[in-house]
């Protein structure tokens, strides 16, 4: 399988989830390659088996670096792909002390869904998502503990 996988990380923890994902697969036997989006073309995407796209989260939705790269980005129709996104943990609010409700947490947690709505539209199709967590104390990382097994069983949905 040929696998392309894409992301947008500002503080490194993306990148480092997109490296560990790539090495998951090479071992494997697969062929996979990472960049960031600013190093690509999103019209002139290499053909691939799966395309991983991976983006931080901001005000709950995907950074503007990948939702203009995956606005533009020009798939073959029926492309199958799937998605990462990384999010700060949801942490007590510090005036009250209290952990926000499910809701207010879902509210800056839409990073998925718009990337979702954004390759449905180019007539692609998802085989796997997931979320991966930074520490929300410092909404910068380094990643929450565990990280690695999230991406493992990740990497096992894809293949
Ligand atoms: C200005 C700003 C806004 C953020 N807003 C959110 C948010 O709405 N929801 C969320 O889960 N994480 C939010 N975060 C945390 C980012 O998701 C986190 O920094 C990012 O996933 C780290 O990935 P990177 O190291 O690859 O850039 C925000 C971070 C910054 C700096």
Redesign the pocket.
């Known amino acids: 399988m040929k696998v392309e996988i894409y992301?947008a990380?500002?503080?490194?923890?993306?990148?480092k989830?997109v490296a560990y994902l790539q090495g998951l697969l090479v071992v494997k036997g697969h062929q996979a390659d990472f960049r960031h989006v600013r190093d690509a073309s999103p019209k002139e995407m290499p053909a691939a088996d799966l395309y991983v796209f991976c983006a931080?989260?901001?005000?709950?939705?995907p950074?503007g670096k990948m939702r203009r790269f995956l606005k533009k980005a020009a798939l073959p129709e029926g492309a199958k792909y799937a998605l990462i996104a990384?999010?700060?943990e949801a942490t007590p609010n510090k005036k009250t002390g209290k952990m926000p409700t499910p809701e207010e947490i879902e509210k800056?947690?839409q990073?998925l869904p718009v990337m979702d709505a954004l390759l449905k539209a180019k007539g692609a199709v998802k085989v796997a998502e997931v979320k991966v967590y930074?520490r929300g104390d410092t909404?910068?990382?380094p990643l929450a503990e565990g990280w690695e097994k999230i991406v493992e069983a990740f990497a096992a949905k894809l293949l």
């Open positions: 992301h990380s500002k503080f490194g923890n993306g990148e989830v931080p989260t901001r005000m709950g939705k950074i990384t999010h700060g800056y947690q990073n930074v909404m910068k990382g």
